[in-house]
T-cell receptor, first 112, second 113 residues
Framework: QKEVEQNSGPLSVPEGAIASLNCTYS??????FFWYRQYSGKSPELIMS????GDKEDGRFTAQLNKASQYVSLLIRDSQPSDSATYLC????????????FGDGTTLTVKP | SAVISQKPSRDICQRGTSLTIQCQVD?????MFWYRQQPGQSLTLIAT?????????ESGFVIDKFPISRPNLTFSTLTVSNMSPEDSSIYLC??????????FGPGTRLTVT
């Protein structure tokens, strides 16, 4: 079993819709969770981090964490064609060790 | 967030040769990380490079194949040795922020023929 698993996708939504990306993790000692966006041919860039149970909102993005269910999600409201990218979920297992484990990513396409 | 540069941005190499990738950060950092991203796949951590000590390699990666240098707090190199086509990947260096988030360089796209 992979340590971080994501919906394999691809996911396609119409412009203006809500895109929902899901991630589960296997290690209960995980403390920090991240969503990165990776455009084709580019390196990943951080879009959200979340450390405690509940929701965290930043503009059109909302990250949700449920440690009891070992579940992390990312909601993108009012999806735009520019949101089309691969989204990587990552977990950090040891605070201050700096290492993250990444899921395989979900490719999102937002159709105009 | 740190500004990270990598050289070269891409290269095409023949099997059996070696390539050294450079990573420069605009601020002093304790740890630097080297990741590999094979075509269509996610990121796999190769090693952690700490200044003044040997790099720490992840399972499946060895120093003879991926020697790493870390001469100071802003610079690191990764060498891919005795390359085979299976080494064709994007190689990324990164640094960690205060919340354990990763900041990545632009990557080096390596093709081995």
């Amino acid at each position: 079993q992979k340590e971080v698993e994501q919906n394999s996708g691809p996911l396609s939504v119409p412009e203006g819709a809500i895109a929902s990306l899901n991630c589960t993790y296997s290690d209960r000692v995980s403390q920090s969770f991240f969503w990165y966006r990776q455009y084709s041919g580019k390196s990943p860039e951080l879009i959200m981090s979340i450390y405690s149970n509940g929701d965290k909102e930043d503009g059109r993005f909302t990250a949700q964490l449920n440690k009891a269910s070992q579940y992390v999600s990312l909601l993108i409201r009012d999806s735009q064609p520019s949101d089309s990218a691969t989204y990587l979920c990552a977990a950090s297992y040891n605070t201050n060790a700096g290492k993250s484990t990444f899921g395989d990513g979900t490719t999102l396409t937002v159709k105009p | 967030s740190a500004v990270i540069s990598q050289k070269p941005s891409r290269d095409i190499c023949q099997r059996g040769t070696s390539l050294t990738i450079q990573c420069q950060v605009d601020s002093q950092v304790t740890m630097m990380f080297w990741y590999r991203q094979q075509p269509g796949q996610s990121l796999t951590l190769i090693a952690t490079a700490n200044q003044g000590s040997e790099a720490t390699y992840e399972s499946g990666f060895v120093i003879d194949k991926f020697p790493i240098s870390r001469p100071n707090l802003t610079f690191s190199t990764l060498t891919v040795s005795n390359m085979s086509p299976e080494d064709s990947s994007i190689y990324l260096c990164s640094v960690v922020g205060g919340g354990d988030e990763q900041y990545f360089g632009p990557g080096t796209r390596l093709t081995v023929t």
